[in-house]
């Protein structure tokens, strides 16, 4: 017999719900101030993000109690945070090189969307390689560079060179969709 529903008891120092109430205004405030350009809007949406993550972290095994909370919630905001930036470069990237189409070649919105977000998967995918990885995989494929270059450019081996586009390949192609 299944134990009947309990609400998550917020007198408990540890419990999601605590956390929350206790901090989010603050949280709130300290992302807006990082984002004063942005405005409250964008604040109110990584702080639920933020909380989003903390849930998604916290769940499965009997978590360990969080001791302090706002540096708990700093540093999982920071990293919403650095995301974010991320996205919007990376956004404004994309529109800026939209203005240089003439008009005929434009992609509808719908388009539009698709590249966008495929720019994001593959931002993540290249975020997840190892820095070296991701520097010999963007100068052979972004600048075009040949890999006896890339090996003088970054003093290794050119093996080590191959090795590691073939690894940025073999991310990227991991994310493509079974067809």
């Known amino acids: 017999m299944n134990a009947p529903f309990s609400p998550p008891n917020s ?18 405030n300290w992302l807006a ?5 942005w405005g409250r809007g964008v604040a109110d949406d990584l702080a639920h993000d933020t909380f989003l993550r903390v849930l998604a972290s916290r769940q499965g ?3 360990e109690p969080i001791l302090q909370p706002r540096a708990f ?11 974010w930036r991320r996205r919007q470069s990376l956004e404004q990237a ?15 919105p719908e388009l539009h969307s698709v590249i966008l977000e495929t720019l994001h998967e593959i931002d993540e995918v290249l975020d997840r390689l190892r ?6 995989f963007l100068l052979a494929t972004l600048d075009g560079m040949k890999q006896k270059d890339i090996a003088v ?7 080590t060179v191959k090795k590691y586009i073939h690894e940025a390949y073999v991310a990227c192609l ?5 067809e």
Request: hydrophobic content about 45%; overall charge neutral.
């Open 73 to 83: 919630l700093t540093r999982i905001a920071n990293c919403v945070l650095v995301s």
């Open 11 to 28: 007198t408990d120092p540890c419990s999601i719900e605590t956390l929350y109430i206790e901090n989010h205004a603050w949280l709130r």
């Open 94 to 108: 994309w529109l800026e090189a939209l203005l240089l189409l003439p008009e005929p070649e434009q992609p509808s």
């Open 131 to 136: 820095p070296r990885v991701r520097q010999a």
């Open 61 to 63: 095994a009997r978590a």
């Open 174 to 178: 991991a994310q493509m969709p079974d």
């Open 153 to 159: 450019a970054l003093n290794i081996a050119l093996p």
């Open 33 to 37: 101030y990082r984002l004063r350009s």
